[in-house]
């Protein structure tokens, strides 16, 4: 299988390659296949790109705003005629189910630009009657802004930042993570081919070097990362040394609370959605599931039922739903929570290992799985694991359950299962966590804005809230009268 791309990266419209960069190299995480081998951005090839985004931005920043929403609307109709071509590729890039590539990642990037293309076409400023004297505001880009990816939605992520960015009027330079590089090139082929000027939208690729040069970079006047927790604190200091905004997307630990009272298989179905979609590698996961001790033993009996039922396999199988991890990197790191989740005495209730058989033998897979009697002290309770590892926790009162689910320092998101109307609207309220889901789980549609508090990170991306973290205002404020001075 290989999945080749014309070259390594995408920059002015057209793909580039330098061999003289760092190989990259794409595996298929289901057989261990080399897929593909790609360069790291060389400082010539980081230094094209940004002056090439600057270039295209000047120009992009004097079209009309309709002109601009036609070729974001392009891009996503585009996106939707190939989702096929887009969601296969998206399976090799990262190893995840086609049943979900198919409905979940570039139709979700479709989805993103078609959004902000309305928004692009209606950005204006607001007019401030000062007496005789009035003010007016200008919505203005940034300029160029830099997109920093991480390895379990490469298209999604590529159109998460692009959308907003170029809706704005601004250029953005993205690298995507070395560990999936192949997806965010088709992006950028397709919003060139949608009518964007040459050099808006920029594919680099690299390792962590590659991203802290473009951070750094003096014509970078924004970062947006999708990362872990400790690279976003690492890309936020190199940020602020040039005063440069950010958008940060980092990790969790997010708690959904189970009420007696909540529909028993829907809770069920969000925690399971919230814990193995994308084989669990979902930074808004609901990794801590507290249960209210009346429902909490016919919870585990029924969930370790379903989860039995899932049907691991071969990600290009429509009917496999759940595929191997991104890397055998990864599946060493989910290896070594579940054996501290056993040593830590936490009580297996369904998976725990690697399975087995001739499908599995060649690829990065972990059985789906379910731990008991989870203390919050263990490191499986504290640890974002990023894999298809639930914990769920007995747990009595609300008070308690909420304080619990508060204690830790992070703050994505948070979902609560209960028929109780008031109950759930007054837990949300209180769970500290930048998006919270009553009778739902992992729910992100582009309306609405996704992004977490705390550690887990700043700024928001979708939703109008996102023109605020990719544009400025400037004030002109207009003198009508003689100017008033004491000299
Ligand atoms: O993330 P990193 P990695 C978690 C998950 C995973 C762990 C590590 O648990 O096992 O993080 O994954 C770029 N300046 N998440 O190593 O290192 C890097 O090249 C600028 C959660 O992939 O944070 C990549 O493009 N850029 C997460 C991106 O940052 C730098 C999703 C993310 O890499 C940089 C993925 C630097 N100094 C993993 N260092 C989520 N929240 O969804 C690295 N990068």
Redesign the pocket.
Known sequence: MKAQPQASHFVGGAYVEDEAGETITCVYSATGETIAELHAATPEIIERAMTSAARAQAEWAEWTPVARSRVLRRAADIIRERNQALSELETLDTGKPIQETIVADATSGADCLEWFASIAATLSGTSVPLGADFAYTIREPLGVCVG?????YPTQIACWKAAPALACGNAMVF?????TPLCALKVAEIIHEAGAPAGLFNVVQ???????A??GHDLCAKVS????????P??YA?AAEGMRHVTM????KSPILVFDDASLEDAISGAMLGNFYSTG???SNGTRVFVQRGIYERFLERLAERTKAIRLGEPTDPETQIGPLVSFA?RD?VQSYLKSATEEGARLVVGGGVPQGEAFAKGAYIEPTVFADVSDEMTIACE???GPVMSVFPFDTEEEALSRANATPFG?AAGVFTSDLTRGHRVAKRLQAGICWINAYNLTPVEIPFGGVKRSGLGRENGKAAIEFYSQLKTVHVGMGPVESPY
């Not at 997307?249 to 969790?252: A, F, H, I, Q, V």
């Open positions: 920093i990816g991480a390895w379990n690298k995507p993570s070395e560990m690299g390792f962590g070097k590659v991203g802290a473009l951070t990362l999708t990362g872990s927790v400790e690279t976003g690492k890309v190199a997307e980092l990790g969790g590698q979902i930074c990864q790191k974002e694991i990023f994505l």
